[in-house]
């Protein structure tokens, strides 16, 4: 996302938290509580300096749009990295 990397299991481990928590708005596919996702003790440590960040929110919600997306796992997503 931008300058941040994040390891796609870490991301998928997100967008399972996401959804188990209800942190995205079901219509408006806006992330709703990200300080209370941020205390999830399940959250991956890669994402705690996001926690921090004013668009917190977004980042997690690209993020989790990203993990979604099956196509990812065949790098036809442009927020996936590293493929040969």
Do not use: W, Y
Not at 3 to 8: A, I, Q, S, W, Y
Not at 28 to 35: G, Q
Not at 52 to 72: H, V
């Amino acid at each position: 996302d931008g300058d941040l990397k994040f390891p796609l299991e870490s991301v998928k481990k997100l967008k399972e938290l996401m959804d188990a928590t209800g942190a995205t708005h079901p219509r408006m596919l806006v992330p709703m509580a990200t300080h209370s996702l941020c205390r999830e003790k399940s959250l991956p440590a890669e994402f705690q300096p996001v926690c921090k960040r004013e668009d917190a929110p977004q980042i997690f919600q690209r993020l989790s749009l990203a993990a979604g997306d099956d196509l990812c796992e065949i790098c036809a997503n442009a927020a996936c990295a590293g493929c040969l």
